[in-house]
């Protein structure tokens, strides 16, 4: 991703290549707050919930394990050899020294007064309100709105208009078919045996 921004730098400047940077420290450095507040500086639970816990230690370490496990595939694998070429490029080398240094700084010193301050006002003043009054009533009117418009007229469809009509119009019509067959079929029996008793009514005639 590095060397496509960099290869960006022509086309768009440098600000993709920049807000890249600080994507990946923001991430780098809660990755770090939340290991280092749940797993070295954070406080002991009050009250411990015993139940999985075993497995939740299996899932983490599965987790970790496959992560080396990637790791080995990339530098072992002829098909990820192009990654580990633009892994060397400067700029990757650039900000993944960054983004370490980030992770250590996040790991050692989770807590920064100026940073809990900014993140207390993107919070409480700006994430909170944009989603409580945008993000959810948009996706709520939106999912209303497919409802409506799409979901009561499959229902209506479905159970009243077509499907379950049409389903019951053609097994009717097959019913009728069947019977009509076989009212077809009696017809031709009580003919012939008309038929066949006339004939011998006929010949025991002559022969008297």
């Keep these: 991703m590095d060397e496509v921004m960099e290869h ?26 939340f290991l280092s507040l749940n797993f070295i500086k954070g406080e002991k639970p009050h009250h411990e919930h015993v139940e999985g816990g075993g497995l939740m230690k299996l899932g983490y370490i599965m987790m970790v394990s496959v992560l080396f496990l990637l790791m080995y595939l990339i530098f072992t694998s002829e098909e990820t050899a192009e990654f580990i070429h633009a892994g060397m490029a400067e700029v990757s080398i650039i900000v993944g020294v960054l983004i370490l240094l980030a992770y250590v700084v996040g790991l050692v010193k989770p807590r920064i007064a100026a940073l809990s301050r900014l993140g207390t006002f993107f919070n409480d003043r700006m994430y909170l309100p944009f989603v409580n009054d945008y993000v959810l009533p948009k996706t709520g009117f939106f999912v209303s709105h497919i409802v409506n418009e799409y979901g009561n007229r499959g229902i209506d469809g479905f159970f009243n208009t077509k499907v379950v009509p049409g389903l019951f ?21 009580v003919l012939g045996l008309v038929m066949i008793f006339i004939i011998i009514a006929s010949i025991g005639g002559m022969g008297l």
Excluded: E, F
């Design 8 to 33: 960006l730098i022509h086309d768009l400047g440098i600000i993709p290549l920049v807000l890249l940077i600080l994507t990946s420290l923001v991430y780098a450095g809660l990755m770090a707050k």
């Design 169 to 189: 119009d053609r097994i009717s019509k097959g019913i009728r078919t069947i019977q009509t067959g076989y009212l077809t079929n009696y017809v031709k029996i």
